[in-house]
């Protein structure tokens, strides 16, 4: 099993910064790549980003490309993410999953373990 609790979600404006963050818990972090999905109001579940357990190959979605980062310290077991020029549909609830395999997916079914989110607003 593996734990995932994000943080640093909160009220911004657009055009600010926000950086989240995803601790792992439970066992090794080894080998798991990482993604971030956002889930805005009255809309399915999307994918944001993803980052490979090497941390040396990265996908982010069309949408947030330019804006977002996707990082990793496993050393500390956390995955990042960075979120620049926010916009006010950014404003979702974030999540970060975690899939048993080196090979990184952009569907959310391709991950195995879920953490509970953290939202983000991005005021206008």
């Known amino acids: 099993q593996v734990q995932l609790v994000e943080s640093g979600g909160g009220l911004v404006q657009a055009g600010g910064s926000l950086r989240l963050s995803c601790a792992a818990s439970?066992?090794?972090?080894?080998?798991?790549?990482m993604g971030w999905f956002r889930r805005a109001p009255g809309k399915e579940r999307e994918f944001v980003a993803a980052?490979?357990?090497?941390?040396?190959?990265?996908y982010t979605a069309d949408s947030v490309q330019g804006r977002f980062t996707i990082s990793r310290d496993n050393a500390k077991n956390t995955v990042y993410l960075q979120m620049n020029r926010l916009k006010p549909e950014d404003t979702a609830v974030y999540y970060c999953?975690?899939?048993?395999?080196?090979?990184?997916?952009?569907?959310?079914?391709?991950?195995?373990?879920w953490g509970q989110g953290t939202q983000v607003t991005v005021s206008s």
């Open positions: 999953a975690a899939r048993a395999s080196t090979v990184i997916v952009t569907p959310g079914r391709g991950y195995d373990y």
């Open positions: 439970g066992r090794t972090f080894s080998g798991y790549s």
């Open positions: 980052i490979r357990w090497s941390g040396d190959f990265t």
